[in-house]
């Protein structure tokens, strides 16, 4: 269960138990705060006596002395002063996070002699506390024996100069948990609990938040000639949708900017089936479609200034006897046809009928999209880049300095021509695979037969995404990759 943290902000504390957290940059002896403990007995003589240096997000606890305001003091390093960028304060506050266990009241000293801490680092400790909390163990009926004993609820004061700025950036930095909390809670359910219709659903609660939500069924879809994204579809039991969720916060008739996501709610891999070992994590080949509601949320909860369309298509890929075949060739909704190589390759034929939908009803500033694609992508960079293309090279520059602060980090790739003609079909106008050698590439060179003349960007987060790797302020195998990284980008460029 994950730990519900209420945090507020003041300029001094007075301790009565719980606690207490203290910074300590590399090279500085620890700044104990006098309501926190006697540092010459406590936090000084403990980090000598432990050799502790203050190493970026190494922790000293101590069990505070009889006398002592508070029960237990942590110092939390934080390396060098020059050092520290956006991201070092949510590992911090993820780092701090860890060290709650059984305490229900929190306090923690965020000024360090130094460094100086404005309203976005207290925010930003405060999000990675928020981040760190996350586990999600809703279908366990027995609990560790240490989840036993954490507590449900814990109260956080973080002290700061700059308390009253930092209580209304917080606003933002709670949004944004929550869209990244909600984008891992989609990717996590099992496939039997959200199915396509059951995250269509979840996608038109964000009208709670303001969010305006359209759902198109298998029918309307049928009449708009979306053939790719139904191929996919018509194996399975489940019937597909396709949601349209709109942000109306920017100047009124403005031109919006558009997200759309790869929703597969699960990939057997249709008729060319994929082998048995590992399959289950195919639950998680929608975390495209996850990261562009989880995005949604963020940007209505924080009420962004702009105008945005979130566009996901919801489809489960299965094996049945209606499923499609290698080789039919089915048409899109752009007019181009294309020939099935491969019924696994399916995730490129969705977003080809949801680009061009995106691109012809609403004419967006830039459309991006985000998908777990390609098994290529993962080899190439692992676990710790998504694939960058686009046809746009301020639009992607603009994603990967986006990458670079969030740490939700970008790696561009090629597009060009000699890929282009690896997806030449003999019969159709194209084939939804070029086989093994550049899969990552080709996938790309196929969406972008369907955007047009519009800046585009398509992100393969198939690596980031899952069985992502435990961090400060992840500690999920789903890591919500993509909410921070896009909400950053309309931040910076694309509001007010």
């Known amino acids: ?288 479609a996850a990261a562009v509601t989880g995005l949604m949320h963020a940007l209505a909860a924080r009420k962004a200034k702009a105008n945005v369309v979130g566009i996901i298509g919801l489809v489960e890929n299965m094996p049945d006897g209606n499923a499609q075949r290698p080789g039919d060739i089915v048409t899109s909704m752009s007019g181009q046809t294309i020939e099935i190589v491969n019924t696994d390759a399916e995730g490129r034929l969705v977003l080809g009928d949801a680009l061009w939908y995106t691109k012809e009803r609403f004419k967006p500033r830039f459309m991006i999209n985000l998908a777990t694609l390609t098994g290529a992508v993962v080899v190439a960079l692992g676990a710790h880049h998504a694939g960058l293309f686009s046809n746009d090279d301020t639009l992607a520059a603009e994603l990967s300095a986006a990458g670079e602060t969030t740490h939700e980090k970008l790696w561009r790739l090629p597009l060009a021509k000699e890929y282009d003609k690896m997806i030449d079909s003999r019969f159709a106008d194209m084939k939804n695979s070029g086989g093994r050698q550049a899969g990552s590439i080709t996938a790309a060179q196929f969406l972008k037969r369907f955007v047009g003349d519009t800046p585009w960007a398509h992100l393969d987060i198939a690596g980031t995404a899952l069985n992502s790797p435990t961090n400060e302020i992840s500690q999920s195998w789903t890591s919500g990759f993509g909410v921070r990284l896009l909400d950053e980008l309309v931040r910076a460029h694309y509001e007010g």
């Not at 996350?134 to 973080?158: G, L, M, R, S």
């Not at 944004?176 to 990717?187: E, K, M, Q, S, Y």
């Open 1 to 288: 269960m994950s730990v519900d943290f209420h945090i507020t902000f003041a300029a001094t504390a007075k301790l009565k138990g719980g606690l207490a957290i203290q910074l300590k940059l590399s090279g500085d002896e620890p700044a104990a705060g006098a309501d926190v403990a006697d540092p010459e007995n406590v936090a000084v003589r403990a980090a000598g006596i432990a050799g502790f240096k203050g190493k970026s997000m190494s922790v000293l606890d101590v069990i505070a002395p009889q006398g002592s305001p508070a029960d237990r003091l942590v110092v939390l390093g934080l390396g060098k002063a020059g050092k520290l960028e956006a991201y070092d304060w949510l590992k911090a506050g993820g780092a701090a996070a860890a060290t709650v266990k059984s305490m229900t009241s929190v306090t923690v000293f965020l000024d360090a002699p130094g460094v100086e801490v404005g309203a976005d680092q207290a925010a930003g400790f405060a999000l990675g506390m928020l981040l760190r909390a996350y586990t999600f163990d809703a279908y366990k009926t027995k609990k560790a024996d240490d989840d036993d004993k954490a507590p449900k609820k814990v109260t956080v004061e973080i002290v700061t100069a700059s308390a009253k700025e930092a209580k209304k950036a917080f606003a933002t930095s709670q949004a944004i948990a929550g869209g990244v909390n909600l984008a891992r809670d989609l990717v996590n359910l099992p496939p039997n609990v959200l199915g396509p219709v059951e995250f269509a659903d979840k996608a038109k609660e964000l009208e709670k938040l303001g969010v305006e939500v359209e759902i198109l069924t298998e029918k309307e879809m049928k009449k708009l000639g979306m053939g790719a994204l139904l191929g996919v579809a018509q194996g399975s039991a489940k019937p597909p949708r396709l949601a349209i969720m709109q942000w109306k916060g920017g100047k009124s008739g403005e031109t919006p900017v558009a997200f759309v996501g790869k929703g597969v709610v699960f990939d057997s891999g249709g008729i060319s089936i994929k082998p048995g070992a590992g399959m289950e994590d195919m639950k998680g080949d929608m975390g495209g």
